[in-house]
């Protein structure tokens, strides 16, 4: 295997279990790594620290293990059988009233560069780097092994998510049986999910404990639920008696989805979508909502994009705190990784300062357990929220 050595002292982020080497910290490599290569990563007195794929890039070496194993189709087996212990510990696998999950969560399940998530019989991976792209059908396969009979098919969906300059070649594609895109199940609500057509892996699972909490805030409230895109918060706040609720969404598609899934669900709902763009929308109404979910796309996906970001958060904030009922409450959400939640919170501040009004934050919100975070890599932390009740 190439062997990877580090600067002096470069060694004691991986000492500390932090999964990435940056191109910086290494002296040098012996051999010639091709991306996706597994290689073995040294201090600079040659003391054996980690195994990882190899990436051109500011991330040289993402870590699998830090300890001198063979990474074969038993130690796939193992991180998978893993990760599902802790989704059944948390309660969201093998539950009959739920089948949709994160089963791996990247960094946060010690396994960087992968995503797969479970639409009840449909696993769907989305690759980030090219080391897991390069063992696709071998993780197909472990799941396979993992879930046997449960399991019909793996949807491979890395297109646009590995780095282009890999020129990797990666198509979104079945590389195990075949679906189609089918009704789940989160915490007994019904919801379409089309991993093939839709955004990201088809569905956000990462919001289902804050639609929970909506919907236990949500009777008797009028409820607007901004970039709903298939409508999961607007499901949730019916189900917990809102006396009205819109849904807003630019995409003619998510509001399409919208409607299905609150009409799957309920036989009769106080409930309109919406396809508009939601700074208008903002605009344009008045105080008629009590409830207002602001769960905007990533605002800014890369550093350079920050203060523009920063800017949009405080924006949008200022129009829904500044609109919303007396008594109101503001669900507030970023899921920006380049911004912290700190940044957040002071744009969401500075947006709340505008209002005039007087705000308190009754929840301080964040991803689910199956969106893990490894305590020593903190940056996995990407989903920030706030419940923020204005009078
Ligand atoms: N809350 C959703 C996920 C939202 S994803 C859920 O729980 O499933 C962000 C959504 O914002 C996408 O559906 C996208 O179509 C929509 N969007 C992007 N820009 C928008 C804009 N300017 N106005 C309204 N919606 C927008």
């Given at each position: 295997m190439v062997k990877i050595i580090l600067k002096p002292g470069k060694e004691q982020s991986v000492l500390r279990f932090h999964p990435w080497i940056f191109s910086g910290a290494i002296k040098k490599t012996e051999g010639n790594p091709a991306e996706g290569d597994l290689v073995e990563v040294y201090s600079a007195n040659d003391h054996f620290l980690a195994i990882g794929h190899y990436q051109i890039g500011s991330i040289t070496v993402r870590i699998i293990?830090?300890?001198?194993?063979a990474i074969d189709s038993g130690f796939w087996y193992q991180k998978l059988h893993q990760a599902y212990q802790v989704r059944k510990t948390i309660g969201v696998a093998e539950n009959p009233h739920n089948n949709v999950y994160r089963l791996i969560h990247g960094e946060g399940d010690g396994l960087p560069g992968l995503i797969i998530d479970i639409y009840n019989d449909t696993a769907v991976m989305q690759m980030h780097s090219v080391g897991m792209f390069r063992i696709r059908h071998i993780l197909a396969q472990t799941l396979k092994d993992l879930f046997g009979d449960n399991l019909k098919a793996v949807y491979d969906k890395s297109e646009s998510t590995i780095?282009?300059?890999?020129?990797?070649?990666a198509k979104n594609e079945y590389v195990l049986g075949n679906s189609q895109a089918c009704e789940i199940l989160e915490y007994n609500n019904k919801f379409m999910v089309d991993w093939v057509e839709g955004q990201k892996t088809g569905f956000?699972?990462?919001?289902r404990e804050n639609r929970k909490l909506v919907e236990s805030y949500s009777k008797d409230r009028c409820v607007l639920n901004m970039f709903c895109y298939t409508g999961g918060f607007s499901v949730y706040a019916i189900r917990g008696g809102a006396k009205l609720v819109h849904s807003v969404d630019s995409s003619d598609k998510a509001i399409e989805l919208t409607k299905h899934n609150v009409a799957s669900n309920f036989a009769d709902a106080n409930h309109e979508a919406f396809a508009e763009d939601a700074f208008e929308y903002l605009n344009k109404i008045d105080d008629k909502y009590d409830l207002i979910i602001l769960d905007p796309p990533a605002f800014a996906k890369h550093h350079d994009a920050l203060s523009n970001a920063l800017q949009g958060y405080k924006r949008i904030n200022a129009k829904a705190i500044s609109k919303i009922k007396p008594g109101g409450i503001v669900f507030t959400f970023s899921c920006s990784q380049v911004v912290n939640k700190d940044q957040f919170r002071q744009a969401v501040f500075s947006g709340a300062a505008m209002s005039k009004r007087s705000v308190r934050i009754l929840h301080q919100l964040t991803q689910p357990a199956d969106h893990p975070v490894s305590i020593y890599h903190?940056?996995?932390?990407?989903l920030k929220g706030l419940a923020l009740y204005v009078e």
């Open positions: 293990s830090f300890e001198q194993v780095p282009f300059k890999a020129n990797t070649g956000f699972i990462d919001q903190p940056e996995g932390e990407y």
